[in-house]
């Protein structure tokens, strides 16, 4: 091999490392929240086959009103924290916490009812997988003072599933409710995109 084709490959060597040694640029604080974003989208897509999928009692969809108070009452299935607009006393903190709280709460209820009934595993990794954004999102944000949720709340309800109805039923205001969750998460991380790109003067 003659020197020129040694120094060319080396050439090709030394600059393949360059470009595969070289730093990605760090996650802003606009691209996080976007990336949340696409998950949420995602889940809400989906949500109408997941209903479809594990609900078999005719007449009910994701959407359609069902007078199911007293199930409720019985089942006592835990409401996630509400998420409001920013302001003084809701801060950007106090948001991404809820986010989190509520996520975590539906990561675990969505975990208790799979195992009563399947077609409930894609939604289990989508759910887990915006638990890590909400996370990414904190972090690059600089967020302190966010908590999560009791895991036990979720757990507890695996002992009023005594049969398959409570089961329906228990899923059904689930998914509606996570529906109304992620739809309040996306008109807050819209509002979260605004809040951080306004000049310090017009907050």
Known sequence: MDTKTVVALLRCFLLTTLVQSAPTPPLTFKE???QTKMVVEKILTGLPAVHAATINIQ????????N???MEDSLRIPN????????????LETCVGHMLAGIQLYQGLVGVLSDK???????????????????KMEEVGQLS????SDQNSASDLA??????YEVQVAVHLTLSRLQSFC?????????IATYRTQPSGGR
Do not use: C, Y
């Not at 003072?145 to 999560?148: A, E, F, M, P, V």
């Open 32 to 34: 996080a929240i976007e």
């Open 59 to 66: 007449g009910w969809t994701l959407d359609s009103p069902t």
């Open 68 to 70: 199911l108070q007293t």
């Open 80 to 91: 996630p924290p509400v998420i409001k607009p920013l302001s003084e006393g809701f801060t």
């Open 117 to 135: 009934l399947s077609g409930l595993s894609d939604l289990k990794a989508d759910l887990r997988d915006l638990l890590l954004r909400i996370n």
């Open 145 to 148: 003072g966010t908590s999560g």
């Open 159 to 164: 002992s009023r599933l005594p049969g398959n």
């Open 183 to 191: 739809h309040d998460m996306m008109r807050s991380l819209r509002n």
